[in-house]
């Protein structure tokens, strides 16, 4: 026993409890930051249909091609005597073009008021005044021809004559596809741009 005692106390091995850890390897990695969660779903379309262009500009603008499409109704005739059905189509605006036409000198009357009241007002935005300027240039357009009837005459029979119906019944649909383009156009603010019109009514702005 005492043997024992003797070993343990002269044991040339240190105690347990004098034993500290070795110095480790410690490697330090830098963290990288986590990425936001994904959302399972889509973020939301917001679509708008509203037009940038103010609804009275829009009315104004839309206004201004009744003036050429009227006095070219004219040009229609023989296209109504042929196909009524198209005659029949205008039936709901008749009461309009009846007090347009019962008014003396309306159409000159009209074709100054936009000119110097639309086109030449500042007060107008651009948008306004060049819709209001093709309508005034396509209503001149219009009245070229009448002009060159009154000079050299209106054929009565033969090949003038049948030369003078295509001419009237081009003129017509030519304006009336204009018109419904144009009023179609600015009801959705958008800028109608006519052919043989849109150039020179830019140059005159």
């Known amino acids: 026993m005492a043997a024992t005692l003797a070993l343990h106390r002269f044991s040339p091995l240190p105690s347990l409890r004098l034993l500290r850890p070795s110095p480790s390897l410690t490697v330090h990695l830098p963290l990288r930051p986590r990425s936001p969660p994904r959302s399972s779903t889509p973020p939301p379309i917001s679509m708008s249909y509203r037009s940038a262009v103010p609804a009275t500009d829009r009315l104004v603008s839309a206004a201004s091609y009744a003036l050429p499409f009227f006095n070219s109704l004219h040009y229609g005739r023989f296209l109504f005597a042929r196909f009524p059905p198209v005659a029949a189509a205008l039936e709901p605006i008749l009461p309009l073009i009846a007090a347009y036409r019962s008014v003396p000198y309306a159409a000159f009357v009209v074709f100054f008021a936009l000119y ?8 107008f935005s651009r948008y306004v005044r060049f819709n209001a300027m093709q309508a005034v240039v ?6 070229l021809p009448s002009l060159i ?3 050299f005459g209106v054929p009565a029979r033969g090949i003038g004559f049948r030369v003078l119906e295509i001419g009237y019944d081009a003129l017509f ?3 009336a596809a204009c018109f419904v383009y144009s009023l179609m156009s600015c009801v959705l603010g958008k800028t109608p741009y006519l052919p043989l019109v849109a150039a020179a009514a830019d140059r005159q702005l």
Request: cysteine-free; overall charge positive.
């Open 116 to 123: 110097l009241g639309v086109v030449r007002n500042p007060q």
């Open 138 to 143: 396509l209503d001149v357009l219009l009245a």
């Open 149 to 151: 009837q009154r000079v």
């Open 173 to 175: 649909l030519f304006t």
